[in-house]
């Protein structure tokens, strides 16, 4: 799947759509030689918001917004250590709420040159149930003997045992880290013709949309057309590397999906943006996985390693020309 994802660009290039080309050629001339100074780190949700939650029988009842900071503050650390000279600001370090306009400002006020959001998976749980004992239950039959003025009525009670039921959520086998990104506006129609042949995925259901969006009004039209052209390039550059990371740890690796409405934070920041579902609370692996330690440690490394990758090839002009298509094969 990853492998797959990297051809993105590579895909387009050699179908030959013009307006991606150009797309690609401005983002590339206008992006390119930015270094980067400052990097946001958003961990989702937060205060009021709680975010997903396990849910499923057993689960340990993690909630979202605890995860998400953790993972963030670990990230914050390492990259502090590993990038003393880039400032990290991370958006919360205390459970407080924000809402996603409140944080594209801040990253904006900021001059954040990157925007990267740690989320966690919810999924829509199915209910099951078990027999947990019997209750008695009475009931009466009725039956007529004889026939005219001897027609009787008998009636006859009796008790059945009726299952005593008790429900519960069940589990998602669904595991692993994926990274979102926003389709750019322009290219949207045309990607959506390559999907079937080149892996590339849309997430349209999202659980992270917050807002109600107007995507008619001139702010949202003029704030992805802005993310088309300078940002759709690079955030997807970021999100492959993080998939590629989050691989060599062993962990599912879910891929780089596209969505194209619902990530409003990711539209309103004047960066390049990701937002990487680091897994599922509703998977018993999974949950337990991001209530540890060495899984927080581990997911939090991963992403650094990225972004530190990441930071190295847009830095680099040699490195940053090719980007996607010419990456050596690993
Ligand atoms: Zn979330």
Request: with cysteine.
């Amino acid at each position: 799947m990853l492998h797959l994802n990297r051809n993105f660009f590579y895909h387009i290039g050699r179908i030959g759509l013009p307006l991606l080309s150009f797309l690609m050629v401005a983002s590339i001339g206008l992006a390119q030689t930015k270094k980067i100074n400052t990097i946001i780190i958003d961990p989702g949700h937060g205060g009021s918001d709680r975010g997903a939650v396990g849910e499923y029988e057993g689960t340990l009842g993690l909630k979202e917004k605890d995860v998400t900071l953790a993972i963030s503050m670990k990230l914050v650390d390492i990259l502090r250590k590993e990038l003393p000279t880039v400032k990290i600001i991370p958006t919360r370090t205390t459970d407080i709420f924000m809402n996603v306009r409140e944080k594209a400002e801040f990253a904006n006020e900021n001059h954040g040159d990157l925007f990267v959001c740690i989320h966690a998976d919810a999924v829509e749980l199915k209910t099951g149930s078990r027999i947990i004992g019997y209750r008695a239950e009475k009931y009466t039959t009725t039956k007529y003997s004889g026939k005219g003025k001897k027609r009787k009525k008998i009636v006859t009670s009796h008790t059945r045992e009726v299952p005593i039921r008790e429900y519960f959520k069940i589990p998602t086998t669904r595991k692993g880290t994926s990274t979102l990104i926003l389709v750019a506006r322009q290219a949207a129609d045309k990607v959506k013709a390559l999907e079937k042949s080149s892996d590339l995925q849309f997430d349209i259901a999202g659980n992270d949309s917050t807002l109600d969006i107007n995507y008619d009004s001139p702010e949202y039209k003029a704030s992805a057309m802005l993310y088309s052209q300078l940002y759709f390039k690079k955030s997807y550059q970021l999100a492959a590397t993080v998939q590629e990371e989050i691989a060599k740890t062993g962990r599912n690796d879910l891929g780089v999906w596209q969505r194209q409405k619902g990530l409003w934070v990711l539209h309103a920041t004047n960066m390049p943006a990701i937002l990487i579902e680091t897994g599922f609370l509703a998977n018993p692996d999974d949950e337990r996985y991001l209530a540890s330690s060495k899984g927080q440690d581990e997911i939090a490394q991963a992403i650094a390693n990225a972004i530190i990758k990441y930071r190295t090839q847009v830095e680099t002009p040699k490195n940053s020309a090719g980007a996607a298509s010419s990456q050596p094969a690993k």
